[in-house]
């Protein structure tokens, strides 16, 4: 074996192990689904408090909040089974989104029900949270716009702090949909594009 | 040109496809037949000959399950192919002198 093999075989190992890390198995729909389901939580309860009807004031969390944990639980099942591979990144970035979505529910439904923090400061609380795992998952996926997305949930979340008010709810809508599910959707075509799964 | 001595490199390893393998496992945690294919670029005979090879080397692990009606084999790397990799790796730049 010379030199130049020796470099070249360097070289190969090089480039299949970037190649394989880079392989995004994340097929975005989580970040849809649940930005939609929330986006329906957020202006249902606005619509409730304009329209001064109490009547499901509350309960519309527990529905959208259940429905969105009972997709993961059906999703992250199915994925094991379809999924040809699994990579290193990926593993990160899905325990960060449970672990994650474990701290949202807990601040969504504890702190109010108890009465620890005011129902209009729970929009910025959770804007900031969110900014983690979005940064997390564009550093570990090599995508740079999401992880950008990050500044847009703590400046958000900065603005509803200072100004806290009816309007966060709206605004809070608008940011999942620009922040989380147009993200998922680029994040949906650019896994149909690896063309991973054995029908694509 | 220098002429560096290729026996020191592990010959399970020292192979395209197999090398082509090894590099695809040690950075992910775990892939299926189908996808090692498309990387590797192999038919599906001449993967199986290599994978089975790395297998008794005990350098990869296979897993087989049912996926509906279809059976599909996982493959991962061994704690024992992982330092056979990294050892192959090691010798490559020693042998560049870097």
Known sequence: ?200 | MIDFDYQQLDEIIHSRIRLAVMSVLISVDSADFNYLKKKVNATDGNLSVHLKKLEEAEYINATKEFVGKKPQSSYKLTAKGKKAFEIYVERLEKLLGR
Do not use: C
């Open chain 1, 1 to 200: 074996m010379d030199e130049n093999k020796a470099l070249e075989e360097l070289k190969f190992i090089k480039k299949v192990i970037d190649e394989s890390k880079r392989t995004i198995i994340d097929n975005g729909m989580g970040y849809i689904v649940w930005g939609i389901l929330i986006v329906i939580g957020l202006l249902s309860t606005y619509l409730s408090i304009v329209n001064k009807s109490y009547f499901a004031y509350g309960y519309n969390w527990f529905v959208v909040i259940g429905i969105g944990w009972l997709y993961s639980f059906f999703e992250v099942r199915r994925e094991k089974k379809v999924l040809p591979v699994v990579t290193f990144s990926a593993r990160i970035v899905g325990a960060v989104w449970f672990a994650t979505g474990i701290v949202m529910t807990i601040l969504g439904f504890v702190p109010t029900l108890t009465g620890a923090i005011h129902g209009v400061y729970v929009s910025p609380l959770m804007a900031v949270i969110l900014g983690i795992p979005f940064y997390l998952t564009g550093v570990l996926y090599g995508i740079r716009f999401i992880k950008y997305l990050s500044i847009g949930w703590w400046a958000g979340g900065i603005i509803m702090f200072i100004y806290p008010g009816m309007y966060s709810l709206v605004l809070m809508a608008g940011m999942i949909i620009f922040f989380q599910v147009f993200p998922g959707i680029f994040l949906y075509r650019k896994f149909k594009n690896e063309k991973l799964l054995a029908n694509d």
